[in-house]
């Protein structure tokens, strides 16, 4: 059974950092882009970033290149994502994705986890 459990999230204020981690089990991870993907209250869920497993080449959508950082960890099947300068419209709940396909869209990952809030206060 596929299992994607992120963690991580919480209120921070504006300008502050947060950390997001999402332990994978049930599934090759090599085989897999890894994803964040946000969704705020009335919006859909948009793309954050990637990280192909294998290579370590990553992706950043153009709101928050320069500020994020997603990384992966082999030993531990963990993907994080290293949030810097936060703004309050990153304000979201943010999930983790694992697929075959990867990319920017949300139907190129066939496993999702549950999510978790980040909240940033102006």
């Known amino acids: 059974q596929v299992q994607l459990v992120e963690s991580g999230g919480g209120l921070v204020q504006a300008g502050g950092s947060l950390k997001l981690s999402c332990a994978a089990s049930g599934l090759a991870v090599s085989r897999n882009v890894m994803g964040w993907f946000r969704q705020a209250p009335g919006k859909e869920r948009v793309f954050v970033a990637r990280?192909?497993?294998?290579?370590?080449?990553?992706f950043y959508a153009d709101s928050v290149e320069g500020r994020f950082t997603i990384s992966r960890d082999n030993a531990k099947n963990t993907v994080s994502l290293q949030m810097n300068s936060l703004k309050p419209d990153d304000t979201a709940i943010y999930y983790c994705?694992?697929?075959?396909?990867?990319?920017?869209?949300?139907?190129?990952?066939?496993?999702w986890g549950q999510g978790t809030q980040v909240t940033v206060s102006s």
């Open positions: 994705a694992a697929g075959l396909v990867g990319g920017t869209g949300c139907s190129g990952y066939g496993n």
């Open positions: 990280i192909v497993w294998t290579t370590g080449m990553t």
